[in-house]
């Protein structure tokens, strides 16, 4: 984590005033913040990239052993318990819910979120591959391959549950899945008045969808990121109804986003990145109407849109 710059501006003598010292730190989480928020999390395709890559490589192998060098990525339970009901359980099925990777074992689930840097992959006990200098959770596998958990920024988390109602009960729907009826979405809808990008990223709304894929479903659909519900015409939920699902399917074809961090488990990039309409492509012009694209910020993020194509709707 970047620590604040120290400089004169933070040694505020007591004659300065409290005010001076909240705007100047008010300034500088800003900045943490937008250098935060350029390492972007996996979404929802990037981790449905990954569950698919390690179904093989996983789906009937036994753990044999646990090893971890940074206690705080084991979220719970604690590591000594952890480790010791873990091993010698048999990988039955891998899944994903929301942005969370379920390894179905026979008596738990082991979860892992990737967090921004996170990488999950399996690897042979001798193998060496660059994202292995940040590796903190290691799992050996009963045929000489291990299942390796790297992090850089230490953020991501495992848990180990037999029972992930308790963990995941909070999240809204899957997006794609047949519960996400048209019905359903009007139904949550009509429950909320948030600006659209807002909601896009609310997780107890719908799962999985996150920067990159709540500003191409907004685009696809026409919507302006900063439109409330109330504003929103039954053929904007129709369409935006479709289009979340058009652009998650588009990203999971593509393999996913490697803007920065992400990799597939077999440590090559997916090719998302170079099919969007409108994420990151500030300053460029629009791909249907040939408008500048633009970039603001909406809920905390930088948030990508055509102004031609996503007129703004006044109240």
């Known amino acids: 984590m970047m620590a604040f710059p120290m400089n004169s501006k933070l040694r505020l003598s007591n004659s300065q005033s409290q005010h001076k010292l909240e705007k100047t730190y008010h300034i500088y989480t800003n900045e943490l913040a937008e ?26 192998h036994t753990i044999h052993s646990m090893w971890y060098d940074w206690e705080n990525t084991i979220h719970s339970p604690y ?17 994903r819910r929301a942005k969370y990777i379920l390894i179905e074992l026979d008596t738990d689930v082991l979860l892992v979120h990737l967090k921004m840097t996170g990488r999950l992959y399996v690897a042979d006990v001798d193998e ?39 963990l995941l009960g909070h999240l809204g729907p899957e997006p794609l899945s047949d519960d996400f009826t048209l019905e359903v979405f009007r139904e949550r809808l009509s429950k909320r008045n948030k600006q659209m990008k807002a909601l896009l990223l609310d997780q107890t709304f719908v799962a999985g969808l996150g920067n990159i894929y709540a500003d191409e479903a907004l685009f696809r659909a026409g919507i302006h990121p900063t439109t409330k519900v109330e504003q929103l015409t039954d053929d904007d939920i129709v369409l935006l109804h479709q289009t979340i699902q058009d652009a998650l399917n588009a990203g999971i074809q593509h393999e996913g986003a490697s803007i920065n961090w992400y990799r597939k488990p077999d440590g090559t990039k997916g090719n998302s990145q170079d099919h969007f309409y409108v994420y990151g492509k500030d300053g460029t012009p629009c791909q249907v109407c040939g408008t500048v694209i633009n970039k603001i910020r909406v809920a905390q993020r930088g948030t990508h849109y055509c102004p031609n194509c996503q007129p703004e709707r006044l109240l």
Do not use: C
């Open 35 to 60: 250098i935060v928020y350029t390492i972007i999390m996996p979404e929802l395709p990037e981790v449905e990239t990954v569950v698919r890559g390690l179904r093989k490589p996983l789906i009937g």
């Open 79 to 95: 590591a000594a318990e952890f480790s010791a009901r873990i091993v010698g359980q048999t990988v039955k099925a891998v899944n």
């Open 128 to 166: 060496v591959q660059h994202a292995d200098k940040w590796v903190h959770v290691r799992f050996g596998l009963d045929d000489d391959k291990q299942l390796r958990f790297s992090d850089s920024r230490k953020f991501g988390k495992v848990y180990l549950t037999d029972d992930t109602e308790k």
